[in-house]
């Protein structure tokens, strides 16, 4: 029987419901928390977490980075998202406070994103880093070039594979924690199972039933399952077919930012009537589009190059650093009008 409901939302601050939830783990009460989430599609979604869940996923977390009681979380992310949320938890199961990128931590947990702007600008961020025994990169793929790049920074990285529904990250440098299962299903979409699955969606029971079948969560994503390392080859509604050929928006994405590591990049479509989907790019800043047209012909193949490009101050993204590709393709079709 469920006591108590924690409505994730921006009203919250990171002492607040650091309480509520200590009190809920240490009185042993269970307990509701509702994240809130939108995938790349934009539907949104309020995800129902038991605090069971969390404080399983947050114990996993601790072991599996090694961290012991009285060890420092930092948060660098916000607490209504889940990866922000899963910290707080660490942190309780630890005994110990969370505090900001101003102080001293053992641990931490950041996108790809802020690993980005630690590499090329942020100063005092890539020092805390520096500093950490270990940092948890997840929410949207890093590609190889910036880890390599934070390896020879200094900085111990661990990928994390995951999502709201999985209460964040339950696979660690493409293996999964324990007590976690993954496997690929015909399609080669990834199913999950485990202690740290959500309840369900609040007020959509349809919906779940789609995700939820015999204990296993079937997520959007493709990838493979080889002696228990789990790879991932990215989401099924970013792979397009343009000229009747299927083209990876993400596989852009990886490729050019090994090319290009000071640039972020975005690849989306729209629909077209002589390619079906036309692929379109955004990026942060003036590129050479005859160097980026090369690149992309050479290592991928001839369709994989953009019709359309645009320069943006900022990249679309939903949440914590997961690109926003609804957003961007409205951008290109507003350019049409």
């Not at 916000?78 to 969370?98: C, D, F, Q, T």
């Not at 975005?266 to 050479?288: R, V």
Request: net charge negative; charged share 20%.
């Amino acid at each position: 029987m469920k006591t108590s409901v924690i409505d994730i939302g921006l009203q919250w601050e990171a002492p607040a419901l650091t309480l509520a939830l200590s009190e809920v783990f240490n009185q042993g009460e269970a307990a509701q928390v509702i994240v809130n989430t939108t995938g790349s599609s934009g539907i949104r979604k309020r995800v129902l977490l038991s605090t069971d869940v969390i404080g399983k996923s947050a114990e996993l977390s601790n072991a599996q980075v090694g961290a012991e009681p009285g060890n420092i979380w930092s948060l660098l992310l916000p607490i209504n998202h889940v990866a922000g949320l899963n910290v707080l938890a660490r942190a309780i199961k630890l005994g110990s406070e969370v505090v900001s990128v101003n102080e001293t931590a053992d641990y931490t947990a950041i996108v790809p994103t802020q690993l980005h702007r630690a590499l090329f600008g942020d100063a005092k961020l890539l020092e805390h880093l520096q500093k950490c025994k270990s940092v948890l990169v997840g929410g949207s793929p890093a590609s190889k070039t910036i880890l390599e790049a934070a390896t020879k920074a200094g900085i111990t990285v661990i990928t994390t594979y995951g999502m709201t529904e999985t209460s964040g990250g339950c696979v660690y440098n493409n293996k999964a924690l324990p007590g976690v299962s993954v496997k690929a299903d015909e399609s080669g979409l990834l199913m999950i199972k485990g202690p740290i699955l959500a309840d369900g969606y609040e007020n959509n029971q349809e919906l779940w039933n789609q995700k939820f079948k015999d204990g296993w969560f079937l997520t959007s994503d493709l990838g493979t399952v080889k002696d228990n390392e789990v790879q991932i080859i990215g989401r099924a509604d970013d792979v397009v077919i343009s000229g009747g050929e299927n083209v990876s928006l993400t596989a852009i994405e990886i490729e050019l930012a090994a090319n290009f590591p000071c640039v972020k990049f975005l690849a989306t479509a729209i629909a077209d009537a002589e390619w079906g989907q036309k692929i379109c790019l955004i990026s942060d800043y003036e590129i050479d589009i005859d160097q980026v047209t090369q690149v992309l012909k050479n290592s991928l193949g001839k369709q994989f190059v953009p019709k359309e490009f645009l320069v943006v101050k900022q990249i679309p993204e939903i949440g914590i650093g997961k690109p926003d590709r609804v957003k961007a393709s409205q951008l290109f079709l507003d350019k049409q009008r």
